[in-house]
C-alpha cells in the first residue's frame, strides 16, 4: 500500500498549501497587500502538482481498480474525479481574478473570498479521499491491485511522478515557501532555487559509534548508544522529549563529554578529538533552537561557519547559501537577530553548509516553525540528500523524518530500543503508538 502512503504525505502538503492561504487571505482582510508572485508560484505549484500529477495517478490506477471491487462506491468515485476534472477550470478562474484584483478590477475583499471557496473545497477533497475512499481501497483491494498500483506510484522512471519530476515539485514548493509572507514563510522579494542533485554517494561506512555514554553529573544520559551512518544516507534519531537525541549529536559534535565508547568518523577515531577539530574533520551541527550570533550581521554569522575553510572558495559558498535562501541575501547586513523564526532556521542550516559538510547534523530543524516552512525545512533536507550528502537528523516530527531517512533509530532513556529503515519503523506498531500519534 505504498500509493496510500504516498497520496496522504500530498495531502499533508495540499494541506499547508490550503492552510497558508487561508493565513494570507486574513492578512489581505486585516489591510495586507495582494503580493501576485506568491500567488502565482502557488497556483503554478497546484497547477503541476495536483492536477498534472497527484490527480492522474489517482484517476488512472487507484480509482479504477476501487470500480472493480466496489461497484457500490461509484457515485464517491465520480465526484472525486469531477472535482479532479473541474480543478484547471477553477484555477484558471482564480488567476484571472488574480490579475483583476492586482489592477483594481476586483476588490481585495472578493478575492480573498473566492480563496476561501477554493480552500475549502481542496480541504473537502481531502478530506474525503481520507475518511472514505482510501479506507475502502485498504478494505476491498487485493494484493495484485496493490502491486499494479504501488509501481505506478512508486516508477521513478514517469515523466508526470518520478524522481524529475518530484524535483521540479520540490523547487515549485521552494519559491512557494521563499515568497510567502514573512508572518508564515520567507518573505523574500525572489525565490532563489535548490540546486539539482548529484547523486548519492558512495555506501561506505562513514561513522560509527560504539557503546557511547554520557553524563550530567550523575544521572548518566546517554547508555551505550551503537549506531552507523553510511556515506549518502540519511539517518534519523528519534524518540520522546529526553531520551537523549540532542545529548547524543552534542556528544558526537564534542560539545557534551562522552564518559565511555569510541567514535570512528571516516576511518579515524576521533574520540579524544575537541569540538573543533572533529568540525575541521567535516562533521558541522545545525543546533536546536537556531542558536545564530544574534548582534552580528546575517553574511558575518555564514562566514563564521566556513572559519575552516580555505578563503579562496568561501565567496563562493557563500553565492550559493543565498542562491538557495534570497532572504538571507536581502538581509545580509542586518544582524541575525531581527531575523523571524523561519529565516533564523535558515541562516542555521545555511552556516553548517558553509563548513562543507562530510556528515551534516541537523538537531530538530522544524521546532517552532509554521506549517508552510515545516514542509521547506524537509524539502531542502531531501534536496541535500539528493546531493549525497551524509545526514543524520534529530527531529521531533518523528512521521516526516522516517518518511525521508534511509534508516533510524529509536532512542528511550538513553538507550537505542529499535532500529530498521525509515519505513519499516513507520509501518511498527509500537513507534506508530508511541511517536506518530496513530
Not at 53 to 63: I, S
Not at 202 to 222: H, Q
Not at 362 to 377: F, R
Request: charged letters at 25%; proline letters at 4%.
Amino acid at each position: 500500500m505504498e500509493a496510500l502512503r504516498i497520496i496522504t504525505e500530498e495531502h499533508q502538503n495540499l494541506w499547508r498549501i490550503a492552510t497558508t492561504l487561508d493565513m494570507v487571505a486574513d492578512e489581505i482582510d486585516a489591510g495586507g497587500k495582494v503580493e501576485v508572485p506568491f500567488f502565482s508560484s502557488v497556483f503554478d505549484y497546484i497547477e503541476q502538482f495536483m492536477d498534472r500529477a497527484h490527480h492522474a495517478k489517482e484517476d488512472a490506477f487507484l480509482f479504477p481498480a476501487l470500480r472493480r471491487r466496489s461497484p457500490e462506491a461509484a457515485a464517491m468515485l465520480d465526484r472525486l474525479q469531477v472535482e479532479h476534472a473541474n480543478g484547471p477550470e477553477v484555477l484558471l478562474d482564480l488567476r484571472a481574478r488574480l490579475g483583476a484584483t492586482a489592477g483594481g478590477g476586483e476588490s481585495n475583499a472578493a478575492f480573498t473570498a473566492a480563496l476561501r471557496n477554493y480552500t475549502l473545497a481542496i480541504k473537502n477533497h481531502i478530506r474525503s479521499e481520507e475518511k472514505d475512499a482510501m479506507p475502502l481501497a485498504r478494505e476491498v483491494l487485493s494484493r495484485d491491485d496493490w502491486a499494479g498500483i504501488d509501481r505506478a506510484f512508486l516508477d521513478n522512471d514517469d515523466p508526470l511522478f518520478g524522481a524529475k519530476a518530484r524535483a521540479e515539485f520540490r523547487e515549485l514548493f521552494h519559491r512557494i515557501a521563499s515568497l510567502a509572507p514573512e508572518s508564515i514563510g520567507l518573505g523574500a522579494r525572489s525565490a532563489g532555487e535548490l540546486q539539482p542533485g548529484a547523486g548519492p554517494a558512495g555506501g561506505d561506512v562513514l561513522l560509527s559509534v560504539n557503546g557511547m555514554e554520557s553524563c550530567y553529573g550523575r544521572i548518566k544520559a546517554l547508555k551505550g548508544i551503537s549506531l552507523e551512518v553510511r556515506k549518502g544516507e540519511l539517518v534519523a534519531l528519534v524518540g520522546a522529549n529526553g531520551a537523549g537525541k540532542t545529548t547524543f549529536l552534542r556528544t558526537l559534535s564534542g560539545v557534551q563529554p562522552m564518559s565511555a565508547g569510541r567514535i570512528v568518523f571516516d576511518g579515524e577515531d576521533i574520540s579524544g578529538l575537541r569540538a573543533d577539530l572533529r568540525m575541521r574533520r567535516g562533521i558541522c551541527q545545525s543546533p536546536e533552537g537556531r542558536q545564530v550570533f544574534g548582534p552580528l550581521s546575517i553574511e558575518d554569522n555564514l562566514r563564521l561557519g566556513a572559519y575552516t575553510q580555505p578563503k579562496a572558495q568561501v565567496e563562493g559558498d557563500l553565492e550559493k547559501i543565498f542562491g538557495m535562501f534570497p532572504i538571507l541575501k536581502e538581509k545580509r547586513a542586518l544582524p541575525a537577530g531581527t531575523l523571524s523564526g523561519g529565516q533564523q532556521q535558515m541562516l542555521a542550516i545555511g552556516r553548517a553548509l558553509m563548513g562543507r559538510p562530510k556528515m551534516l547534523l541537523l538537531d530538530e530543524p522544524s521546532m517552532g516553525l509554521a506549517p508552510l516552512l515545516v514542509e521547506e525545512v524537509f524539502n531542502v533536507v531531501k534536496t541535500l540528500k539528493a546531493q549525497g550528502m551524509t545526514i543524520l537528523l534529530v527531529e521531533q516530527n518523528a512521521f516526516a523524518a522516517l518518511a525521508i531517512a534511509d534508516r533510524g533509530y529509536v532512542l528511550e532513556t538513553g538507550s537505542v530500543t529499535l532500529t530498521g529503515t525509515g519505513q519499516a519503523l513507520i509501518s511498527n506498531e509500537q513507534v506508530r503508538a508511541a511517536y506518530l500519534g496513530m
